[in-house]
Every structure is written in C-alpha cells, then in structure tokens.
C-alpha cells in the first residue's frame, strides 16, 4: 500500500466508523487503531514498509518540514482531510524506524450538553477572572472539554478570546466574541511568548494548550491576577495531584509563595477520566472531578491545613461563594452507575475507594 491522500482518507473513514479515537502508524507493521482503550490491527496483507511512511509525511506534513524529514527525530503537526475531519500526528523515530501516532480530531464542536457534562462546567467557564485547569491523563477528553467551554463563551458573552495553542485542533467559528487562535510555532515563537503577548492584546478569556514549566504557570497567574480568565491543561489525575505538581515546579524558597498566588487565583479544576460506557456511541464516558474553591479549599492550598482535606470539602458539595456544585470521582462514577451508563466492575475499578461504593449500594434511594 502505497500512502497517498486517498489511502490516509480511507483509513481515517475505517477509524472513524469503528469510533477509533488514534491511529498507529509503524514501519514494518500494519497499522493498528485504539478502540475503547486497546489497540486493534487494521485488516491488511501487507505491513508498512520506509516508503509508505515517506509517502504519508509528504502528504501530511509541512513542505519546510518534509525538506529535512531525515533530520526530524519526532514532530507534532495538524492535517485536514477535508470536509472529514482535522489529525493531530506526532512523527517520531525508534530503533532505527519511523512511526506516526494520528489523534483523530472531529470538526464538530459538540457542547457541553452534548458531552453530558455537568451543569456547574457551564458556570465555570462564564466566570469572569481566575485560572480554570482541565486535568487528565493523555487522551482523558481534556481538549473536547476546553473547545465545549470556549464554545459556551463564544454563544453567551461577546468577549475577546485568545488561545496559544501547539497545534490548533479545533476551528472555532466567531459567534457572539471574537476569538483569536495562534499556533505556537506559526503565530508566535512559544507558549512563553505569546502569553506574554496575550496580556497586551486586550484579551477577556486566554486559552492555554498546556501549563509545562514554572514560567509558562507563573505566567498564566499573573495573567489570572490581573483580571482575566485563563484556562489550561495538565497532565493530572486530580486537584490534589494537580496542586502537588504545580507546586513540585518551583524551587523550595518559591513554593510558600506559590501556594498564595495559587490560593488567590485558582478558581477550578476539571479533572477527568475516560471509563466505558454500556451505552454510549463511542463506548466511553467522561467521568470529571469538579473542584471550585472555597475558604476552607484555599487554607488547604496555602498549607493551613492537610490537602487530603480537599476531598472530603468535595464530597460535601463544596461551600463555595458562587453555590457551583462540587462533585469527587466517586460521587460521579456512582451517578454514572445508578444511570446504566457504566457497569459495577467498571465502577468499582474506577473509584477511589470501593467501600464507600459500596455502602452506597446498600442505601435504598
């Protein structure tokens, strides 16, 4: 098989039919598809040889990039396949080969309704000020959840939105606000640099793809700090998790300092996890840890009291001035179970503790 448009589009066709949501791409294998957490072999006669991966980077990468292909020992990108969807790949090398790992990312923008989230992300994201993080593992929805947000803002405020993205995935349409997205690397030189350009371009709303290093947060602080929203990523499994790596970035004598900014400008974390749902389309489900601060969430971030503490704040509702309902994982795995939407094995492999799940069983509703 040899790679062309016409090949890529067919495969990405199969992907899609079969909900895949990445496409594997290896020298000397035949491609595979991650289907509802595991990778599925593709039907085919023949595996991939070096020219068929060559073929495929000429028609997905760059023109400067392809120049220097044999140089290039891993890269991100975008493609559009037209009027199917846009790719987010990563070309990279190992042991002496080539591969190429396709994100599938869909052209439709679905809303929060449409992802079934809750109702306490849409007041999330018409909050005026403050640093909001989407945390998740890799492949967690936290990219689908951003755009649904950014979605929400753009149909009920008129707004300046401005997201630094490496790459852009999804087009946002201007609707109510206007809203300019730059792509690290093509609109500005990196996500350091264009946030610190966001801050003199008037913007009501800033849209970070990830929070990597300690100036890239401490920056996004400064700029939650001085009256704007600002939403980001991190590869986190919760807000305890999340709080612990933000703070593990700075050197000891930073860190008192950084639980107070923190403290002041942390408004939410979303933190995420993708389970398998019985009904579901797709075969998954979202299941999200919902964290708004409170007084007794911002003692525990400065260091007043035990982090731990945090969770049962949650689990309690939150006591938060807006009145945004809180919810843990536990909280929203059980939901999810009492809805039919996932299995008991499911739920209890996903929970945090399965005694709390199930005494939760054995209260009658």
């Known amino acids: 098989m040899s790679f062309d448009l016409k090949h890529l589009r067919a495969l990405i066709e199969v992907a899609m039919q079969n909900n895949a949501s990445d496409v594997h791409i290896r020298e000397g294998e035949t491609p595979a598809l991650r289907i509802r957490g595991g990778l599925v072999p593709v039907k085919s006669n023949k595996d991939l040889t070096t020219e068929d991966i060559l073929n495929l980077c000429k028609v997905i990468l760059k023109t400067e990039d392809f120049d220097r292909i044999d140089e290039i020992t891993d890269l991100d990108g975008v493609f559009e396949i037209?009027?199917?969807?846009?790719?987010?790949?990563?070309?990279?090398?190992?042991?002496?080969?080539?591969?190429?790992?396709?994100?599938?990312?869909?052209?439709?923008?679905?809303?929060?309704?449409?992802?079934?989230?809750?109702?306490?992300?849409k007041s999330i994201a018409l909050r005026k000020r403050g640093l909001v993080l989407v945390t998740g593992a890799t492949g967690s929805g936290k990219s689908t959840t951003l755009a649904a947000m950014i979605d929400y803002i753009n149909s009920k405020e008129s707004k300046h939105i401005v997201t630094i993205e490496d790459p852009i995935e999804f087009i946002h349409?201007?609707?109510?606000?206007?809203?300019?997205?730059?792509?690290?690397?093509?609109?500005?030189?990196?996500?350091?640099?264009?946030?610190?350009?966001?801050?003199?371009?008037?913007?009501?709303?800033?849209?970070?793809?990830?929070?990597?290093?300690?100036?890239?947060?401490?920056?996004?602080?400064?700029?939650?700090?001085?009256?704007?929203?600002?939403?980001?990523?991190?590869?986190?499994?919760?807000?305890?998790?999340?709080?612990?790596?933000?703070?593990?970035?700075?050197?000891?004598?930073?860190?008192?300092?950084?639980?107070?900014?923190l403290a002041d400008s942390l408004f939410a974390t979303i933190s995420q996890r993708m389970l398998k749902s019985k009904k579901s389309k797709t075969g998954i489900i979202i299941a999200q840890e919902i964290m708004v601060t409170s007084p007794g969430i911002k003692e525990c971030i400065r260091g007043e009291e035990a982090l731990e503490r945090i969770y049962n704040i949650i689990e309690k509702g939150g006591t938060n001035d807006l009145g945004i309902k809180c919810q843990s994982f536990d909280q929203h795995v059980y939901k999810l179970f009492k809805k039919d939407l996932i299995t008991e094995s499911e739920a209890k492999k996903s929970v945090r503790s399965q005694n709390d799940f199930l005494q939760k069983q054995l209260i009658v509703d």
């Open 82 to 121: 037209e009027g199917l969807c846009r790719l987010r790949y990563n070309f990279y090398r190992y042991n002496g080969k080539a591969a190429i790992i396709i994100r599938i990312v869909n052209m439709k923008i679905y809303s929060i309704d449409e992802l079934n989230l809750s109702s306490s992300v």
């Open 173 to 261: 349409p201007q609707k109510n606000s206007r809203i300019s997205q730059r792509e690290v690397g093509t609109d500005t030189d990196s996500y350091q640099t264009g946030l610190k350009a966001a801050l003199r371009q008037d913007p009501d709303v800033i849209l970070l793809g990830e929070l990597r290093d300690a100036e890239s947060i401490s920056t996004a602080l400064k700029a939650s700090e001085t009256g704007h929203l600002v939403l980001a990523t991190l590869h986190t499994t919760d807000v305890i998790a999340t709080i612990g790596r933000i703070l593990s970035m700075f050197s000891p004598d930073e860190q008192d300092d950084v639980r107070k900014r």
